[in-house]
């Protein structure tokens, strides 16, 4: 390899023809080609952009062209990665960022000049990932990551022109991982939020990332700090505190006041019709297009990777009574594997991220189904963590349908068992308020928590039932402090969640049902 022209050997003439139509082309790589960067733009601030979705392994910066090379740790990784930018484009220092797969297979960097800053960067965001002490080298970061580091964050928002209500926090930060509880206040005059995620490594994500990022162009400036609390106590969601997990809680006073912030934010002259991307491209109109009727894709160019879209104003639904329309329970989920898919199947799956109520498999077109989720948040979750998968040997899509409900079949109309109604399921996760559940979403991963295992079943038990449902078992081992619990890993996140979806809930004896999750641990 030819180290004096390493972007001659990257490019060479392939990726560059593909700019003329802007689509992604036909194969999946886990290697990510990116364009139009700006050149003041970091290492780690392109690295941020792969974070949400997986490990980063390799990064090549070619400055002169304005372009990248970011290579993900697997093609799942970056799959999700170009679905969640497709709609919704990557901005970095108010510049739209262009994603497409790249036609290499992996980045081949090791005795390529320049690469030191890349691999400086790339090592800190790794000690962050594994918790070891880090961040020497990564610009966007002050301090030091510490093991055990609080999954809570204090967010302070400087140059306050705008409102910035609740809603727009939780849909910002979770982009990062699931966001459990939010509290704001004002303080010093200053208004300021505590927000816990499931997992400290979450917080760690988001701070990096969003450290010093403005959410209007020019102002609402983020600073992010680590909260010295690990838990947030809420007593009441409202607009001001919200606990995701007990939708259970009062109001406090009476009716949750959703209406001022909006009403204030419409009164900022100019807020919908100028074209603004902030810093990290957010949209002004966030969050509340249904109060004046406004769709928010009328908003040119303001659509960045953070931005609230309008059937994503998750938060305010989960209080019972509010006022404001809820958003869509329903997705659309497309590109099945119409031979194998079931009601069933579906329902077990996205049930890890929500409580399923209804499945329809189409009738006429059964590579598309419509999924009923408990709310909007349980869908916007399972839209996040599912669409990109792989199901059946086809990579699964899944968007908010148009639909508010689905219907059930009428008396004697024929149907082939295609809709089901799951609402009196008893394989609900998410019944009870504050369920541990709750704290264990994790995306799709090859790794596999199984619970609920009686005494008499051994390791060989569990790997056979697994290798009879078709999986190559790599690991497993149980918990050494409660043995009802192990860990399983598969071949592959395929591999899994096929398994998950045949084995939760299978009858181990002894009045015993094998639970299945996905786990955030390896073996």
Known sequence: ??????????????????????????????????????????????????????KV???????????????????????????YYTPVTPHLRSQPIFIQYSNHRELKTDNLPNQARAQAALQAVSAVQSGSLALPGAPTNEG?????QSPVLRIIIENLFYPVTLEVLHQIFSKFGTVLKIITFTKNNQFQALLQYADPLNAQYAKMALDGQNIYNACCTLRIDFSKLTSLNVKYNNDKSRD?????????DGHPSLEPPMAAAFGAPGIISSPYAGA??????????????????????????????SSAVTGRMAIPGASGI???????????????????????????????????????KK?????????????????????????????????????????????????QGLTKDFSNSPLHRFKKPGSKNFQNIFPPSATLH????????????????????????KAFKFFQKDRKMALIQLGSVEEAIQALIELHNHDLGENHHLRVSFSKSTI
């Open 280 to 309: 990290a491209g957010f949209a002004p109109a966030i969050g509340f297009p249904q109060a004046t009727g406004l769709s928010v894709p009328a908003v040119p160019g303001a659509l960045g990777p953070l931005t609230i879209t």
């Open 450 to 473: 199984l619970s609920n295992i009686p005494p008499s079943v051994t390791m060989d038990d569990l790997k056979n039932l697994f290798t009879e449902a078709g999986c190559s078992v």
């Open 144 to 148: 030091t990551v510490l093991p055990g």
């Open 244 to 252: 995701f997990t007990r939708l259970d809680l009062p109001s406090g």
């Open 326 to 364: 809820p958003g869509n329970s329903v997705l659309l989920v497309t590109n099945l594997n119409p031979d194998l898919v079931t009601p069933h199947g579906l329902f077990i799956l996205f049930g890890v991220y929500g409580d399923v109520h209804r499945v329809k498999i189409m009738f006429n």
């Open 57 to 83: 392994t390799n990064l090549l910066m070619l400055k002169g062209k304005s372009q990248a090379f970011l290579e993900m740790a697997s093609e799942e990784a970056a799959v999700t990665m170009v679905n």
């Open 367 to 415: 590579e598309n189904a419509l999924v009923q989720m408990a709310d909007a948040n349980q869908a916007q979750l399972a839209m996040n963590h599912l669409s990109g998968q792989r199901l059946y040997g086809k990579v699964l899509r899944a968007t908010l349908s148009k639909h508010q409900t689905v219907q059930l079949p009428r008396e004697g109309q024929e149907d």
């Open 1 to 54: 390899m030819n180290s004096s022209t390493p972007t001659g050997v990257y490019a060479n003439g392939n990726d560059n023809k593909k700019f003329k139509g802007d689509r992604p082309p036909c194969s999946p790589s886990r290697v990510l080609h990116l364009r139009k960067i700006p050149s003041d733009v970091t290492e780690a601030e392109v690295i941020s952009l792969g974070l949400p979705f997986g």
